[in-house]
């Protein structure tokens, strides 16, 4: 929307430009006003409500709930003239200098709220400057409305007493380890990568043969590859800082549906780009800036010999590394550092360890076509990580675009095309012949050919579309094609985010209630519920002795007006809750202290917790004992009531 603004308009917004009063006032039996009220400002000229601007309204108001229609357009009140517009051809606009109040007209189809939560959108500008549609994020009461019930924080939660004292003490750290290895891959294979390969050698002969004796060579190399350790794990201190206000933010960023379609377009621009169309690299002058540090021969210029190459290889490292951070988002900032640590390890070792024992040096192999090779196939892989994220918006959202057997059926494509380009059947850009197939070229052939075989059968409808080893990565076994699908038989079929159906049918039933706090782009909650819940022993204990439920938290289903609150945290902080997933999201947070899935907790009917929670737990011998000791508990605490 604001494709139409030259570079002249918008120069530094004024976040205090304008204070809005809003107040609401019942015309009729579910019909109201709502008034926005402004004292102005002396320094801006505010936009007419009913004003278009380049097919643009000058001010918009959204209502979370899409059964609350706006049935007239805004009244005006305050002094207001015609103002030419430079900007705009001079096309004339009404404009407010002064107190200006804007009402408009909605009306309910449903019950209405005691508090009714939305944004006000308003326009204003002055000469050459133009801000459009600044957010007012607005509460107001509503006469007669229905007033929410805070069904969020229960009291009668203890985490620190539970009945029994098995779980996890910690859940986010069990999967610390397996981030940190996965960094590592990411930085192995960046390290065969055209941007980064060839730079071994002439670094590490640059220390040793700059440097005054071997030790000082040495000594130079390690505290370079410090340097390209630190520079990564830097990288993840913003996660930190926006994790720190609201630690649910990165699980919504992660999860949020217009990112991830701009994750998609990234990810085929860096495919492209790996199929040699063009290069991607950030700007020259930033790369000779710092490279022009790094001839300083102290501790900061090797670190800028570091940043140097940081940024040289961001063509190759770039992809890679955004294939690291937005997939360990969700799991929160120190994941995030984790991950970034793993990769920094994994590109600085080789220079620190060459130096040490140059004569390395020479066994290593020469660079050539196959670095073009290697960079190839990474552009594959890129797709098919595209895919993932396109996924990931899809089922956020669930729009049926890649059910299971298309999201298989595009990794099968893009399986056959990496064997074969390997084969040499297909060409790109600056590729050479392909005149004789090395030891490591077959292997990789084969190692390719053997993934797209294995996922073939999850196309079909059979109990070998499981896919145990990438379970987690394509979408669950019920986002199907097939109306019934063959390998659901049997499967623990939970509520969905009904958590008070789950208390009332545990009353009934006399049993304990799991809560499973998942997500639709959830990795490790796939593989949960394919690997771990299909365990004869586990899916026996879920069926026989809980009543399940599953909270998902990336849901984003606009909850009823009537139940849209301002939600005061522990912290203190405000937060909205408009979603689905905004309630079970803070229900973790508030009541668990996790903001990552999945998480498993074990209640009783009245809300008491029977144990620790547990996290991702690949082990279904452990997860069954965990389950066991639940059911022990929920009898435990049943012995201790009747007394």
Sequence with gaps: MLLFINSTVVK????????????????????????????????????????????????????????????????????????????????????????????????FTGDVPAKLLGTFRYTYGKNDEFYPLNAYAFSVPLEGGVAATDDIRVQSFDLKHPVSGCGDDNTGGKGMLSIFFLGMLGGFIALFTPCVFPLIPLTVSFFTKQSKDKKKGVTNALLYGLSIFLIYILLSIPFHLVSGVNPEILNNISTNVWLNIIFFLIFVFFAISFFGYFEIGLPSGLANKIDSRSGMSSLGGIFFMAMTLAIVSFSCTGPILGSLLAGTAAEGAWPLTVGLAGFGLALALPFALFAMFPGWLQSLPKAGGWLGSVKVVLGFLELAMAVKFLSNADLVKQWGLLKREVFIGIWVIVGVLIVLYLLGKIKFPHDSPVKKFSKTRIAFIVLFAAATLYIIPGLTNT??????????????????????????KNKIEPLRNDYKEALARAKRENKPVLIDFTGWACVNCRRMEENVWTDKEVGALIKDNFIIVSLYVDERRTLPATQQVDFTTKTGSQKKIITVGDKWATFQSENFDAVAQPQYAIISPDQKVLTKTKGYTPSAKEFAQWLECGVDAYKKGQGNASK
């Design 12 to 107: 530094g917004q004024d976040s205090t430009a304008y204070q809005w009063e809003v107040s609401g006032k019942k015309i009729q039996d579910k019909v109201y006003e709502l008034t926005f009220s402004t004292t102005g400002s002396p320094k801006w000229q505010l936009y007419g409500p009913n004003e278009v601007i380049s097919d643009v309204p000058a001010v918009e108001l959204e209502l979370a709930d899409s059964s609350i229609k706006i049935t007239k357009p805004f009244k005006e009140a305050g002094d207001n003239k015609a103002f030419k517009n430079p900007i705009f051809d001079n096309a004339s606009f009404k404009i407010y200098e002064g107190k200006a109040a804007f009402t408009a007209t909605i009306t």
């Design 463 to 488: 109990h070998s579309a499981n896919l145990g080893l990438i379970s987690g990565f394509p979408p669950p076994l019920s986002y199907s094609l097939y109306k019934e699908p063959g390998n659901s």
